[in-house]
């Protein structure tokens, strides 16, 4: 089961899609737990997801979705099961938060809020890596290339 999980080639298009989805969603994730870059904080995070009707249990996932999610992303540790729980943010986001609001961010405010454009980039990239894996440079590589060497079979090709 772990090798299906981990299994990804030595693709440097996965590493730098992986790279810069990390970035940006550690870095979302750091404003939710720690308050950096201006955000709430975790208190603040998780009492605005809860006063929208989200189950506490559930905004505790999403902020850690966004925050070691990004951090799996960045060292490319479980990248799929990152990349699938940021998607999984992504779809909430945009079922719940930003569909209403159209396709486009709000640059010149005069909208209510944001679109979803943002979002669906985001998951064009999680889909990538969730098919791909992890790629080059990445702890899923060296945990596959290492049971592949210890003779262990792949449930995909190589």
């Not at 989200?54 to 850690?64: D, G, N, S, T």
């Not at 930003?98 to 809020?113: V, Y």
């Amino acid at each position: 089961m772990i090798h299906a999980i981990v299994h990804t080639l030595d693709d440097w298009k996965l590493t730098i899609l992986r790279w810069i989805l990390g970035f940006v969603f550690f870095l979302h994730g750091t404003q939710k737990v720690f308050g950096w870059f201006g955000g709430p904080g975790f208190n603040g995070t998780l009492h605005m997801f809860t006063t929208m009707g989200i189950p506490e249990v559930l905004a505790f996932l999403a902020i850690m979705a966004e925050f070691a999610g990004g951090l799996g992303l960045l060292v490319g540790l479980l990248g799929r099961i990152a990349a699938f729980g940021i998607a999984v943010n992504m779809l909430v986001a945009i079922a719940f938060v930003h569909a209403r609001n159209g396709l486009f961010m709000n640059w010149a405010g005069n909208q209510p809020g944001e679109g979803i454009e943002y979002h669906l980039l985001a998951l064009a990239i999680c889909a990538a890596i969730m098919v791909g894996g992890s790629g080059a440079l990445s702890v899923d590589r060296l945990i596959d290339r290492s049971s592949h060497a210890h003779g262990h079979a792949h449930p995909l090709p190589v």
